[in-house]
């Protein structure tokens, strides 16, 4: 069967893991996303018919249209490995297979898929280290602390030798003392909160919405491997996005989908400048399409969408600059996540909605997420890319 270089989820899906303000209720979700799948369910019956295979679940044990599921244990054995699911009724899903016409048999189970090529190098209490094992990645860890209530500790390390040790840390402790902050949860205790994850085999995307009250705002955080420009490479361009401290009202402050910089030890740190030389560098993002706002909020610069005169709902990427003040150039392109530089999209979208791409997004699902520079409000929405591939190797 096919294999999906993108995975998405979120935290509507059946079966996907709560997160509240509780220490180590995050770690849980992000070992579901990476590493398990969830959401594992035994079908009563599938059948394959002109390419498609339907799969007869027991009520309520359904997948949401899009998923990417892992199925095992059928025979013929073309229907197992990924798919994405087609359609979906409460107690059906079909799905694209190459197996011949006819029933299956055997224990069928399916899952939501695990993203893959990822490892948890160490773990500890309500810690843990994670590393992306694909051949072409960089190879660098990111270790999580969520010992916290209301959010988790986060640095990137060149090299580890357990759970607390590295060499080459990114942000060094000159930068921000104990590492980056991720805010999960406005508050602690069990309120549940939304979140949404998208990642490929070289970089884990997070978007916690920490207003237990709805879907307000939703800043994309992550780690990885960025898409550099150099035309040699850059081993370096691993990117942390972190904020300074566990302040939830500037939770957008130098996220993923926030152009520019402006506050201070908020954006994205890499372990090297891209000539290798030195240690950990703060870069700002800016997107290719001008803007330095909320994306899909007030004040863009190609006005409000959809544009009056073809219809049109514009998105660009966004870029890391080679440091942290605006004359820097592009240094690597940032995976998966798309800028809007035109206004009103909280007139448009609600949260999770998704649009069909064109042209250079051609067939690729964007669904869309709500920004604003606090979690109380929205203002603005970004996309990100579910379908990809984002990176050419």
Excluded at 261 to 283: A, D, E, I, K, V
């Amino acid at each position: 069967m096919a294999v999906f270089p993108v995975k998405y989820v979120h935290s509507g899906m059946r079966g996907a893991p709560v997160v509240s303000g509780t220490p180590g209720s995050r770690i849980g979700a992000i070992d579901a996303f990476l590493l398990t799948g969830f959401g594992a369910v035994t079908a009563q019956r599938v059948t394959v018919a002109g390419g498609i295979a339907t799969a007869t679940l027991q009520a309520g044990q359904s997948f949401e249209p899009h998923t990417v599921i892992a199925v095992a244990g059928a025979t013929p054995d073309a229907l197992n490995g990924e798919a994405r699911v087609l359609t979906a009724t409460p107690s059906q899903i079909t799905f694209a297979t190459a197996a011949a016409d006819g029933p299956a048999s055997g224990t069928i189970t399916i899952k939501v898929a695990p993203v893959g090529h990822w490892t948890k190098v160490f773990a500890g209490t309500n810690k843990a280290v994670y590393r992306s094992t694909h051949p072409k990645a960089s190879g660098f860890y990111l270790r999580v602390d969520d010992s916290a209530d209301t959010y988790m500790r986060v640095r990137g390390f060149e090299s580890m030798s357990d759970i607390d040790n590295g060499t080459g840390p990114f942000p060094t402790d000159a930068q921000i003392a104990g590492g980056g902050y991720w805010v999960v949860a406005a508050r602690p205790g069990n309120e549940v909160v939304n979140w949404d994850f998208a990642a490929d085999a070289r970089f884990f995307a997070a978007a916690w919405a920490p207003d237990a009250g709805g879907h307000i705002s939703a800043p994309l955080r992550g780690f990885g491997d960025l898409l550099p420009r150099a035309p040699a490479g850059d081993v370096w361009a691993v990117g942390l996005s972190c904020l300074s401290d566990a302040n939830s009202n500037g939770i957008y402050a130098g996220g993923l989908s926030a152009p520019g910089g402006g506050t201070p030890g908020r954006g994205l740190y890499l372990p090297r400048s891209y000539t290798g030389q030195g240690s950990s560098r703060l870069s700002y993002t800016a997107s290719y399409c001008g803007g330095g706002d909320i994306s899909g909020g007030d004040n863009q610069p190609l006005g409000p969408a959809p544009n009056p005169v073809d219809g049109s709902i514009e998105f660009c990427r966004l870029f890391a600059r080679a440091g942290a003040a605006y004359h820097f150039g592009p240094r690597a392109d940032l995976p998966g996540v798309l800028y809007c530089p035109q206004g009103g999209l909280k007139d448009i979208f609600s949260p999770r909605d998704s649009v069909t791409g064109s042209g250079p997004l051609a067939g690729r699902r964007l669904v869309m997420l709500p920004a604003y520079s606090y979690w109380g409000q929205t203002n603005g929405f970004y996309a990100i890319d579910t379908t990809g591939p984002w990176r050419e190797d």
